[in-house]
């Protein structure tokens, strides 16, 4: 089987610094990780090829040339290839010329399958692997949490917030991955030690040949008005082992507050 | 001269402190409390190649550099000093020898068992009245009809003994001889007249398992005879020289572990109305506590440097464990102190890397042997 698992370099901290003018992402100086549902769609490829054996995972990742590093890490826990799309056209792209960028590269590879991650922690908006597939006019599951498969068909969990479908899908196909779906196995120390022995593919717009209009920030459809850090939720209350008087005074503080 | 770290060894750093974050650091307290060994995350590490990441591919190993094995010990035992002397000791105690001195046929046989992990190792040369001074070695291996060796006597204090399942142990072919006369063994738990003691209730280290092995007229083969008649004293040393840059390491680790433990404290505790970490007289012994654990770090790495290199590094090895191994012990007293009452109990992680530092200076050569060895060679 040929899989491909999408990935993307985030910086590792909640507290994420935006560059007013543009509002988008200040990295530098912020130490970078795999995204983290993306280490799981990671995971997925490489049980599917334990599975299958003579499978080839590729991954495919959009990033400046630092990205290296992410796809290193992605070898050294067994993938097979690497490709980082990088450009400074690209820069500043949006989901919509993101999801673009990627489909026009991997219209150039074989797939059965690919993986993304749900959502990336930097943006949180879920938006670039279904948009990919529908680049690509895939069929696409979305919040991945079971994975089982029987010849080309693949029957998923696909978790909602309420409950879960279960969806019978054909390959090739592209599924975004939750966490529930697997635990990420550790890159091993010799996959470490061959993961620089083997050359990431840098895959520019010069190979890509993308319109112009399809990429960058200019072309970017989404404008972000305004970012600001959400307030911090203040801790709830804990009443260990509340007998009648302090069950009493629980019930007159929430009154007070008119929640009862 | 290069300071930097290589990619490849950025990137085990940083693998084995997300491991250690994420899977040692949280049962560390428990394995100590209750002495139990850490079988789950030993299997991992199987997994992941660290139980024999020095030896080459062929093997089963993952090939790595020295600096890449301080490393990983050095995360490790930032969280838990059991699970990197289960790391040190297997790599380079069990490992070792076979490694350097075995036969290829020996080789085949126990290496990539060892090496992957699957089954672990124990170094057995310690007695119960032959520490430092090894030529009083009582127990003996007599050669008979040029088929077997006879082993019997006692080991005392070996890592991995309760649940390693190859064993380098060292005997005494000819008593005449001294230390010359000492021979080293490939020996497999299971033969007849072979049988470990009880567990050993230790200061530190806890959670690693240690115990006497008895042999009873073990039969050993004599195809399971390492290197030759008379060589085992310097199959001893020679592995004591690599295993001490693992357990300078593993000293490394637990100071640097205790100083971050230390400052992380400082910030959080309110005395007088502010932080004590504005107290210049804790960010004087904290700025110590780094100086030194940084010196110790310079050390470790310049040994496994030299050792990369295939230069004599016994000089470079004996400094690193015993300069690390002694830096532990006055980082982790400092960190304690820094936490007053609390870091006298098992409430907070300092109380147990104090007692776990101890032993750094302690096993593979106290630091009294340390000092011999550099100053015979200086």
Redesign the interface.
């Known amino acids: 089987m040929k899989i491909i698992v999408c990935v993307k370099q985030v910086p590792d901290t909640s507290e994420v610094r935006i560059d007013p003018k543009t509002n988008t992402l200040i990295r530098e100086g912020v130490p970078s990780i795999i995204n983290p549902d993306d280490m799981n769609a990671i995971e997925a490829a490489l049980a599917m090829k334990d599975a299958n054996p003579g499978s080839e995972v590729t991954l495919v990742c959009m990033g400046p040339p630092q990205a290296d590093v992410a796809l290193r890490e992605g070898l050294a826990m067994g993938c097979d290839k690497a490709i980082l799309i990088t450009d400074r056209v690209f820069g500043g792209s949006d989901t919509w010329a993101t999801s673009n960028i990627i489909a026009s590269a991997l219209v150039e590879m074989e797939y059965d399958v690919i993986f993304c991650g749900r959502q990336a922690i930097d943006g949180d908006t879920a938006q670039v692997g279904p948009q990919i597939a529908e680049c690509l006019d895939l069929p696409q599951v979305s919040y991945v949490a079971d994975i089982k498969q029987n010849g080309d068909t693949l029957t998923v969990q696909r978790n909602l917030e309420d409950g879960y479908q279960i969806i019978e899908v054909k390959m090739p196909c592209l599924l975004t991955c939750i966490k529930e779906l697997n635990e990420p196995r550790y890159p091993s120390m010799g996959g470490i030690m061959d993961a620089y022995q083997q050359e990431v593919e840098h895959w520019t717009n010069e190979k890509l040949q993308i319109d112009a209009s399809l990429i960058g920030l200019k072309s970017s459809p989404t404008k972000v008005n305004r970012t600001f850090t959400p307030p911090a939720k203040e801790p709830g209350i804990l009443v260990p082992d509340a007998d009648v008087e302090e069950i009493a005074k629980v019930y007159k503080d929430l009154k007070s507050k008119h929640y009862l | 001269m290069d300071y930097k770290l290589?990619?490849?060894q950025e990137?085990?750093r940083?693998?084995m402190r997300?491991?250690a974050l994420e899977k040692v650091e949280p049962i560390a307290a428990e394995i100590d409390e209750q002495e139990i060994f850490p079988e789950e995350n030993v299997k991992?590490l199987s997994?992941?190649?660290?139980m024999g990441?020095i030896y080459p591919?062929e093997y089963g190993?993952?090939?790595?550099d020295s600096i890449?094995y301080a490393i990983?010990i050095e995360e490790l035992s930032k969280v838990c000093g059991t699970t990197g002397c289960i790391v040190a000791s297997h790599n380079s105690l069990a490992c070792g020898p076979i490694y350097f001195f075995g036969t290829k046929e020996q080789k085949d046989k126990y290496l990539p068992d060892l090496v992957t992990g699957r089954k672990l190792g124990g170094f057995g040369l310690t007695e119960p009245n032959a520490g430092t001074d090894s030529a009083a070695q009582e127990t003996t291996a007599v050669l008979v009809d040029d088929e077997y060796y006879l082993l019997n006597g006692s080991k005392m204090f070996i890592t991995n003994g309760g649940v390693a399942e190859t064993y380098v142990i060292f005997a005494m072919t000819d008593k005449s001889q001294g230390n010359r006369g000492i021979s080293a063994f490939i020996v497999e738990k299971g033969w007849e007249g072979f049988s470990q003691g009880p567990h050993e209730k230790k200061m530190g280290i806890r959670g690693s398992s240690t115990c006497e092995l008895i042999f009873e007229n073990v039969k050993v083969p004599k195809e399971n005879l390492l290197g030759r008649e008379g060589q085992g004293f310097k199959i001893a040393m020679s592995t004591l020289d690599s295993g001490r840059i693992g357990i300078a390491a593993q000293a490394l680790g637990i100071a640097q572990g205790a100083l971050d433990k230390a400052i992380e404290y400082s910030k959080t505790r309110v005395q007088f109305g502010r932080p004590i970490s504005t107290k210049q007289g804790l960010q004087w012994m904290m700025a110590d506590m780094h100086v030194r654990t940084e010196a110790a770090r310079q050390l470790v790495y310049r040994a496994a440097y030299a050792k990369d290199h295939q230069k004599r590094f016994t000089e470079e090895a004996a400094m690193a464990k015993l300069y690390a191994s002694e830096t532990a012990m006055w980082v982790t007293t400092k960190a304690v102190q820094i936490h007053g009452g609390y870091g006298f109990t098992r409430d907070y992680p300092v109380e147990r890397m104090m007692r776990d530092a101890k032993i750094t200076e302690i096993y593979e050569g106290t630091s009294e042997v340390q000092r011999m060895v550099l100053a015979v060679r200086s």
Do not use: P, Y
């Open positions: 290589t990619q490849e990137m085990v940083k693998v997300k491991f991992l997994e992941m190649g660290v990441m591919k190993g993952s090939g790595t890449s990983a």
